[in-house]
């Protein structure tokens, strides 16, 4: 059975840091395209960081340019979303997803879904 668990999310204050966890059960992450998307109250699920299979190549959502920084750890099937300076407007429950193909990193790209984590930036 093909899924994805999210893990890491919490309370942090503004300006502090999280890294969040996407352990692959069922199949290999590294064949697979892993996307991390948010949604915040109100809002549409946004990409905000995506990393593709077969030559690293990845893709940060503006608002997050040199604050995020997604990597994969292949021996442990996990990839990792490593979250710096957040703002409050980083508030938002994270997932995951995994596809074997994606062209863009969007939500209609992808097929498999963790459950999703809750961030929440705030003193």
């Known amino acids: 059975q093909v899924q994805v668990v999210e893990s890491g999310g919490g309370l942090v204050q503004p300006g502090g840091s999280v890294r969040l966890s996407c352990a692959a059960s069922?199949?290999?992450?590294?064949?697979?395209?892993i996307g991390w998307f948010r949604q915040a109250p109100g809002k549409e699920r946004e990409g905000v960081s995506c990393t593709s299979s077969s030559d690293g190549v990845t893709y940060y959502v503006d608002s997050v340019k040199g604050r995020f920084t997604i990597s994969r750890d292949n021996a442990k099937n996990t990839v990792y979303l490593q979250m710096s300076s957040l703002k409050p407007e980083d508030t938002a429950v994270y997932y995951c997803a995994a596809a074997p193909l994606a062209l863009q990193c969007v939500p209609s790209h992808y097929f498999y879904w963790g459950q999703g984590t809750q961030v929440t930036v705030s003193s």
């Open positions: 069922g199949f290999t992450l590294d064949a697979y395209h």
